[in-house]
């Protein structure tokens, strides 16, 4: 444990000694190679490579000229400088990730757009130039070519600021995604007028999914409801048809709209409907006599 | 109260047959018949008759109008002309029991399949330009050598793609480039001075006619180590290291088989006899190439105490100092394993093609005196019939 076996870096070393001593009788056929292509030094740490964040910029001069600048911004210093921290690997900084995150997020649904992520040939923008706009050969018109356009536009214009290098590049993204808006609409009304069918669009699919869900679970609390009504009309009896229109005729002929009670009101209101029904049966039973 | 779900637990079944259960047993059970049920049996089966007999009417009737539009072809010369179909439907409604049933399966035979499908390809693609396109056998069928080998290939199969800060090795600090979204970047420029490096070597060892072995053990690696192997003319292995195939190979391996060969790969049938199966020492591999050095620890140090010099993918998680020659690169994506290994088995294809050129010439790349030495002993011991010396004391 904690010790370093070097035996795969000897292997030359050790069948050269194994030869000498006549453990091996035959040299082994690698022993010039691993000779001639030595392996290379491994465990020497070097101290870890810079990452300083590097602006390119172009400023006028007053006689008229233009001059391209670099800005180099250090990173900050640690307040503590241990011997570790010169060996770990620094963090990698580029300009366009502070340009990215501020499109994407004042466009999040750019996001949403389905994109190819996958390398071809690792050299797809290998003939994008930048100056000439946001279409370029073989890249798709994307964020990413709004953040290309928008530093391009920041290393070579004279004096110009980054909001400004963003007003450029998102309007003409704007104008291009309003083009290409138009083109597939007409497009899908054409398609659409030679007879083809595109089927149900995704939230549709999603809005009949979700009723069926609906009505599935209306179905449910109806069976549960009846279910319900039944045991309690099984336990404590439920009063009949006749009795129920003759309370409401009651309440309509009294004026009064039926209100909901609150509170102990529910057993007052309770009591005068049942007062009323009792004194209206008796009434209907003496007439009958 | 919840509405309740399919995916709740069952309530346990009760006993079958028990007086308290809505379902008895006694109700699965077949009645025998009676004369309701056979009444109404009758009637669904006349029910189903006529149905089919509706069915087959039908079939008919499309299958003659389908018949008589193929029939109909546009005259130039008589627009005016009217398909004559009428007799064809009429023969075909009356006699609906006469037709074939469809035939289930359109094509005869494989060919005519695939004839079928590279045309519908073909028309597919008519009028469409593609470009850019990614497929991911290119790297199996047509692998770079290491002439052809870029820093934007290398980048594009994600070989600088190293693993989570936290899992680092510190060992391969000089290996990596930076941090970038938590993980470890492997730079470019060390991965293609490596990996250029160790296809050298294989292709030397090919070419002095050494026996290479690729071990790639992880899932999906498979086709990747046995093209890298055809390539390089050398060895594979998929499955899994048997620990001790080195230390304790004559075990293991012994019952393999061997054979000899002349330096045009010829076999030499002379020896067979002498060399059968178990009866030899067992070949030891000059070089082993391994793709992921982490699940195949025992096999390096095997190969450290054998003294096998040994080329491995190093991610920023393995130990560089378990092999000779490291590649440092991404061995987790099938892609950058595919291209390191395309890149070794073009190289040692090139080191068998320099060997078997030199083996026209006449002369072997390699010593051969030891062999003949071997081979001669292994006769005299042969003509000498040696018993051995159990059998000897048992004849005694």
Request: aromatic share 6%; charged share 25%; net charge positive.
């Amino acid at each position: 444990m904690g010790r370093i076996s070097l035996t795969a870096l000897n292997v030359r070393r050790t069948a050269v000694a194994k030869l000498k001593a006549k453990q091996i009788t035959q040299q082994p056929s690698w022993l010039n190679i691993v000779g001639d292509i030595p392996p290379a030094q491994i465990l020497v740490r070097q101290p870890s490579l810079q990452h300083p964040l590097t602006k390119v910029r172009t400023r006028s001069l007053p006689s008229g000229k233009t001059e391209q600048y670099v800005q180099v911004v250090e990173p900050r210093k640690r307040k503590t400088l241990k011997d570790r921290h010169l060996f770990m690997p620094k963090r990698l900084q580029y300009e366009e990730d502070s340009l990215r995150s501020r499109f994407f997020s004042d466009h999040p649904w750019e996001l949403a757009r389905p994109r190819v992520v996958l390398e071809t040939s690792g050299d797809q923008y290998k003939n994008a130039d930048w100056s000439t706009g946001l279409i370029q050969p073989g890249v798709p018109l994307s964020g990413e070519s709004v953040v290309q356009r928008q530093l391009w536009l920041l290393q070579n214009v004279p004096d110009i600021t980054v909001s400004q290098a963003y007003d450029i590049a998102r309007k003409e993204f704007y104008s291009l995604r309003r083009q290409e808006e138009t083109r597939n609409r007409i497009a899908a009304e054409e398609a659409r007028h030679m007879g083809a069918q595109f089927g149900k669009p995704a939230i549709q699919i999603g809005m009949k999914i979700e009723n069926e869900m609906y009505n599935d679970w209306e179905r449910w609390s109806r069976q549960v409801v009846a279910e319900q009504t039944q045991r309690t009309a099984a336990f404590e009896g439920s009063i009949s048809k006749v009795e129920d229109d003759s309370i409401k005729e009651i309440a309509q002929s009294e004026g009064e709209p039926e209100r909901p009670a609150i509170g102990t009101g529910v057993f007052a209101q309770q009591q005068k409907l049942e007062s009323r029904s009792l004194r209206r049966a008796g009434q209907q039973a003496k007439a009958s006599v | 109260m919840l509405r309740q779900s399919k995916r709740d637990p069952k309530p346990s079944p009760g006993i079958p047959g028990h007086p308290d259960e809505p379902s008895s047993i006694l109700d699965t059970l077949p009645h025998p018949p009676t004369a309701a049920t056979r009444s109404l049996a009758k009637k669904l089966e006349a029910q189903e008759n006529s149905i089919q007999a509706l069915r087959a009417d039908v079939h008919a009737h499309t299958t003659a109008r389908i018949m008589s539009l193929d029939e109909f072809e546009f005259d130039p010369k008589h627009p005016s002309a009217v398909p004559k179909s009428t007799t064809s439907k009429t023969e075909a409604s009356s006699a609906p029991t006469t037709t074939a049933p469809p035939n289930t399966l359109p094509f005869d035979n494989l060919k005519e399949l695939n004839r079928y499908r590279r045309h519908t390809q073909q028309e597919k693609r008519r009028g469409t330009h593609l470009s850019q396109t990614y497929d991911p056998t290119t790297l199996l069928h047509r692998p770079p050598t290491a002439a052809e080998l870029t820093l934007p290939m290398l980048l594009a199969n994600q070989t600088h793609l190293g693993h989570a800060t936290s899992l680092w090795n510190p060992s391969n600090s000089s290996y990596i480039f930076g941090v970038r979204d938590g993980i470890h970047i492997i730079s470019l420029e060390v991965t293609y001075a490596y990996l250029k490096r160790a296809a050298k070597v294989v292709q030397e060892v090919a070419r002095r006619g050494g026996i290479i072995l690729f071990v790639a053990t992880r899932k999906g690696q498979e086709e990747i180590v046995v093209n890298t192997a055809k390539l390089a003319g050398g060895y594979h292995i998929f499955h899994r290291w048997v620990p001790g195939s080195l230390t304790n190979g004559q075990q293991i391996l012994g019952a393999c088989g061997v054979k000899v060969v002349d330096i045009h790969d010829r076999e030499i049938t002379q020896y067979r006899n002498a060399f059968t199966a178990g009866n030899h020492t067992v070949m030891r591999p000059d070089l082993v190439v391994c793709m992921n050095p982490l699940e195949n620890q025992v096999c390096l140090h095997e190969c450290g105490l054998f003294n096998v010099p040994t080329i491995a993918v190093i991610d920023t998680d393995a130990n560089p100092a378990w092999v000779t020659y490291p590649i440092p690169a991404n061995d987790d994506s099938l892609r950058s394993v595919a291209l390191i290994g395309g890149v070794l088995g073009q190289a040692g294809k090139e080191g068998q093609r320099l060997r078997k050129l030199e083996a026209m010439r006449g002369s072997a790349t390699y010593p051969t005196d030891h062999v003949h030495s071997t081979l001669e002993a292994i006769q005299t011991i042969a003509a000498m019939d040696v018993q051995e010396p159990e059998k000897a004391s048992e004849r005694d």
